[in-house]
């Protein structure tokens, strides 16, 4: 069997993949794509140890099936800004958009 | 009618402030009927107060049209007013006196509404101090009638001179005058207020009818902070003395009389001189003697050295003037350092069993009181008079006037005599009845007060010379005019009363003999 | 009318007439004239009949119920201070001397102010007149001009007749006292009543200070005196009880061991050393003669400085309380020495003045000095005596001299020469023919002044004197009693002489100048008051004949011995003896005097020097000069005074000390304050707050910078802080 490791291994990358992406990407459609990444990355966590911890409790899939929704949800909406912004500003780098600056 | 007269001193304390909160309504720009207006309110306590003087009952001792009202429970201070001889005169002066100083402002252009109202409120604050029969409510009217003069020197008085402080530091006269006039009188006040608020703390009361009774007898076992009780009571009455010695002023504390009066506008002077100073030695006659018999008759000496020193270096000082209206400044300390003589001596017969020298002694002190108000208004409404029209009050500069004007140099030459005591008008009497009652107990002191009054004749000669007398100065030919109808109505009364005064006394002092031998005799 | 009726109206009328002049009538010369004679006129009345009812009652009589009425004045305690009139032997001579004097000299004024000339062509008010051109007949000449203050004068002499009056008939000490300042008063307004002169202006000042200064002393006096007796009535001050009371209370601080009696005496003495000009106040009498000549008539010889004499002779039995028969009290002593050196030491000064009013006025400084010496002796009758018929024959001879005055100033006005001084004696010469009137009545005023034996009045009153003074060195053997005879017989031999020069000098032998050839007599309202005078120069010595005189005593009652009869009976007089010795030397001086001066000027012609300056040389210098006694005064007192008033007590003690202490007091309330703030406030807790404030912002702006509004970099500090806080959790939790 795999150990569970492994699928730690996985998700942390896949996190910092989705960090990076969120911190170093211009693009806003683009840094809501590395957050999902960051979002699925917990995900793997939340199965990985579902499966190598108590396989009768059914918490973790729970808790993953409510990410996928608050994800969905988020992409809805983050999308949705970004087109609002787009059109506002036709713009969609996030560097651009330093309307809350001191 | 029965309400007015039994309530008159309420009426006659407060018929100024009520005119005054009518005029607040009447529009600024309307000269004449806010000149008239004022004039006309203040002849109101003039004829409140004669009617106090003829339903006075001249035979009956202690005091009369007495009115007592709840004030301050607390503390037991009550509203209590109550007039004597003593303070019946006074009042009548007072009442006298304003509505001829604001008669003597109407020239005045600059604000009239806040001059004539400071006027009044003013007025009031001076017959607050004669009708009070309670220690604080005494204090509150000392008080107040400082501020209106505050602000009728500081605003009004005469716009021109600087005085040099110390160093480069000038101010203009106006101020100095005006700031030394209130910070003397209060910082002098500080200590009275002290004393009284002990007196009441002591005995329970500010009532001076009880204290009368209760402060004199107050018992010799009793010890504040440690103090014995004549100690505490020393204490408390140089605190009184000081007050009221700075306020007529007695020789030291007299300089800011001279800038107070000379900055003062006219009317203000005639007021300063004429009543102002009279509250201090009030002060000393109203409180001092009844409340401190035992020290006051310690401490005359001291007291009647002051008083001589007043009198001498008053008359010193006044002769060495080239300002008329500073010599007329200090002519005041001159003729008050009598009030305070006559004092004095009362104060010490009184205690050791010479009830005729005190009677004697105050009957003169209290006339000199009434004499001064007169001649020292007449004089320094005389010196605003020539002022208004020369702009100058440098005696040099003056010069054989007596031409051009010899109605008002008539006038001047009455008002003066008057002043210097020349027998026949008022201020003889009153002289002779403080040096007659004064020989007996301060001898050494009387002998030489007669120093300043020699010198009283010397600068009053100096001002009738400076300014009638001599060869004519061309400079004024044609821009010295005669002294007007309503001038003419000002001092007239004043030389009138002065006259008969002179003449015959009796009308006024027998009041004011009444009282005195019931205190005394 | 009651007396005492009378007697309370009679000072009024001039008092009315000073109101109604001031008040109404002053424009108009004529009605204020008027009104001022008419006044004099009814007060002369009305003091003749009270003096005829006086002599009704006969002296002795009178002397112990005399006419008098008294009010309740001031009330003091339980009782009151009475004022009221009194008319005592005493009282009605003097009443009747005032009253003469007062209408005659109201008479005189209304000449001597050219009342009908017409108005000057230069005068103005305060300056004498300077006379008028008029146009006669085509050519024009100069004339007097009437005085511009017309009216004024005479409102000025009735309020001073009103004084007068008021002193005379007092019944107390106090309402004598009122009618004494009262002419102080009037005395200062009339001498200087061309007050735009500067030298009548001094004048006026000098005599108003002078005389101040005796009376403040008197008011002490009298203080003291109503201290001891309760009163100032003469009736109680007076009476056996007070004065006996005073004798054996001693003063005041035992001052000198004098009585109370002895204290109070001298402190009222002051004032008349004041008032009758006794040495060493008597500066003020000569220039006093600035002035109009009836003022130096009235004031300055017959009434104001008598004023002084009547009140010492008043107060005699005060002054003589305690002493014994021929012994001089103190304060009697005190006025003998006064006295006696005043009447010398005028009279040496008179001789040497040239201006005729001077001269007079020194003769009236010496002539009170022998009153007062004689009553210093006890010699109460002749110095009353001597009050009344100086008041007369001085006030003839001031009268006289200002009709000399006007004459030769009549001769100015015609030569036009400004520069001659028309009072200078040097300048007259002759004037015997031109001014008849003037020159008989005023060598009879001269003689009488002299002492000229037997017919005037001058001689029986002097003489009276001497005799007081001899009897008390022979009979009681007091040495004051020949000093002063001796003094005062020095005195009287200058007087003679100094009369005779004068009345050499300026009437007799030739006019030395053209403007006393053009002299001439003045109107009759001038010359009718002198031959009044004269009259009385004259008569009124012989009703004071001692009765024991050889041949002519007797002849004529002695009203004037009446007067003793004011004294309370306690007071005891000396009973004279007639006694040759002093009849003699009043004799030998008068005319001795009289002699000698004539000899010596009636030679004198236009442009010699003096003649008695070649005999005294430095001597006379000094006497011209006054003994140089004004400038001492003026160097010491009146400089002094300056200098402690302006110098000591304002700038030294005023403002230096006093106003310098408030003034530090300020500083250092302004320094404290200054400090305060500066050191305190300011750097501490305002600039404190300030810093705080400052801090806050300085950071805020820099820390701002953070807030990029990029929400990468706020990614980037989350990820920075969680890693941070990671690792410190990881280091912690270890």
Known sequence: ?102 | MDFITDHLLTFILFSPVFVALLMLFLPGTEKQLLRWTALIGSLIPLLLSLVLWFQFDGRATGFQFEEQAVWYEAINASYHLGVDGISLSMVLLTTLLTPLAILASFGIEDRVKPYMILFLLLETGMLGVFLALDLLIFFVFYEVGLVPMYFLINQWGSPKGERKLWGNVTVPARTYASFKFMIYTMGASLGLLLAIQMIGAITGTFDLLELYDVWRVTSTSLTVFGLSASTVKSIAFWAFVVAFALKVPVWPFHTWLPDAHTEAPTAGSMILAGVLLKLGAYGFIRLVIPLFPHEAAIFAGALALLAMLAIIFGAFASYGQNDFKRLVAYSSVNHMGFVVLGIAAAAWAARNAHPEHAVIAMNGAVLQMFNHGLSAAGMFFLVGVIYDRTHTRDLRKYGGLFPLVPVYGGILIFTSMASLGLPGLNGFVSEFLVVRGAWPIFTFYTALSMLGLLFTGAYIIKGIRSTLHGPLNREWIGHLSEINGRELAVIAPLMVLMLWLGIWPAWLLGVINQTVTAIFG | ?734
């Open chain 1, 1 to 102: 069997m795999i150990p569970l490791s492994w699928y730690l291994i996985l998700a942390a990358a896949l996190f910092c993949l989705g960090l990076y992406g969120m911190l170093a990407r211009k693009n806003a459609v683009a840094i809501l794509m590395s957050v999902e990444l960051m979002l699925n990355a917990v995900n793997i966590n939340l199965v990985a140890f579902w499966r190598y911890g108590d396989p009768n409790q059914v918490v973790a899939q729970v808790f993953a099936i409510i990410v996928f929704a608050v994800s969905a949800a988020e992409v809805a909406v983050g999308l949705a800004l970004v087109i609002s912004l787009y059109r506002n500003r036709r713009t969609v780098i996030a560097e651009n958009v330093d309307l809350l600056r001191w």
């Open chain 3, 1 to 734: 009318m009651a007396t005492e009726t009378l007697i309370w109206l009679l000072p009024l009328p001039p008092l009315l007439s000073f109101f109604l002049i001031v008040l109404f009538t002053n424009r108009n010369k004529l009605l204020s004239h008027t009104i001022a004679i008419a006044s004099a006129v009814l007060s002369w009345l009305a003091g003749m009949v009270v003096f005829a009812r006086a002599l009704g009652d006969d002296f002795h009589h009178l002397g112990e119920h005399p006419f008098e009425s008294a009010i309740n004045w001031l009330p003091t305690g339980t009782g009151a201070f009475q004022i009221g009139v009194r008319i005592d032997p005493l009282g009605a001579l003097a009443l009747f001397f005032v009253c003469w004097t007062v209408l005659m000299i109201f008479i005189y004024s209304v000449g001597y102010h050219n009342f009908g000339q017409p108005e000057g062509d230069h005068d103005a008010k305060g300056l004498p007149p300077h006379g008028a051109t008029v146009k006669h007949d085509g050519h024009s000449h100069t004339v007097p001009s009437v005085e511009p203050n017309y009216s004024r004068f005479f409102a000025f002499i009735s309020l001073f007749a009103f004084g007068m009056y008021v002193l005379v008939v007092s019944d107390n000490l106090l309402t004598l006292f009122v009618g004494w300042e009262i002419m102080g008063l009037c005395s200062y307004l009339l001498i200087g009543f061309w007050y735009a002169k500067p030298s009548a202006r001094a004048a006026a000042i000098k005599a108003f200070m002078t005389t101040r200064i005796g009376d403040v002393f008197m008011l002490l006096g009298l203080a003291y005196l109503y201290a001891q007796a309760g009163s100032l009535s003469y009736s109680v001050i007076f009476s056996p009880e007070t004065l006996d009371h005073l004798a054996h209370e001693s003063a005041v601080g035992g001052l000198f061991g004098l009585t109370a009696a002895g204290l109070i005496g001298i402190l009222l003495f002051i004032g008349t050393i004041g008032k009758s000009a006794q040495f060493p106040l008597h500066v003020w009498l000569p220039d006093a003669m600035e002035g109009p000549t009836p003022v130096s008539a009235m004031i300055h010889a017959a009434t104001m400085v008598s004023a002084g004499v009547y009140m010492v002779i008043r107060i005699f039995p005060i002054l003589a309380a305690g002493g014994h028969h021929g012994e001089l009290t103190p304060a009697m002593m005190a006025l003998a020495a006064v006295g006696a050196f005043t009447a010398l030491f005028a009279a040496t000064i008179a001789i040497a003045q040239n201006d005729i009013k001077r001269v007079l006025a020194y003769s009236t400084i010496s002539q009170l000095g022998f009153m007062v010496a004689a009553l210093g002796i006890g010699a109460y009758i002749a110095a009353a005596f001597h009050l009344m018929t100086h008041a007369f024959f001085k006030a003839l001879l001031f009268l006289g001299s200002g009709s000399v005055i006007h004459g030769v100033e009549h001769g100015v006005l015609h030569t036009g020469d400004h520069s001659v001084d028309p009072q200078d004696m040097l300048n007259m010469g002759g004037l015997r023919s031109k001014m008849p009137v003037t020159f008989w009545t005023f060598l009879i005023g001269g003689f009488a002044l002299a002492g000229f034996p037997l017919v005037t009045a001058g001689f029986w009153s002097k003489d009276e004197i001497f005799a007081d003074a001899w009897f008390l060195y022979s009979h009681d053997g007091n040495g004051w009693g020949l000093f002063v005879l001796i003094v005062l017989a020095l005195a009287a031999f200058l007087t003679a002489f100094y009369t005779m020069r004068q009345i050499t000098l300026t009437f007799l032998g030739e006019a030395r100048t053209e403007e006393a050839r053009h002299a001439h007599e003045t109107p009759w309202t001038m010359t009718f008051p002198l031959v009044v005078l004269s009259v009385f120069a004259v008569g009124i010595g012989w009703f004071g004949i001692p009765d024991d005189f050889p041949v002519l005593g007797g002849l004529l009652p002695n009203l004037v011995h009446g007067v003793a009869y004011t004294l309370p009976e306690e007071v005891e007089l000396a009973e004279l003896v007639f006694s040759a010795v002093p009849l003699i030397v009043s004799l030998a001086v008068a005319l001795l005097g009289l002699l000698f001066g004539w000899l010596v000027y009636r030679g004198y012609r236009a442009g010699q020097a003096d003649p008695l300056k070649k005999s005294l040389g430095g001597l006379h210098t000094l006497l011209e000069n006054k003994y140089y006694l004004d400038e001492l005064y003026h160097a010491t007192f009146v400089r002094f005074s300056e200098w402690v008033s302006e110098t000591l007590t304002y700038r030294w003690l005023d403002q230096g000390l006093i106003d310098g202490f408030l003034h530090t007091l300020a500083r250092i309330a302004n320094w404290l304050g200054t400090n305060l703030r500066d050191r305190i406030e300011m750097p501490v807790i305002s600039d404190g707050a300030d810093a705080l404030g400052d801090g806050v912002k300085i950071f805020g702006r820099n820390f701002r910078l953070i807030q990029s509004g990029r929400i990468q970099n706020y990614m980037n500090l989350v990820l920075v802080i969680v890693v941070l806080f990671g690792v410190l959790f990881y280091l912690i939790l270890q």
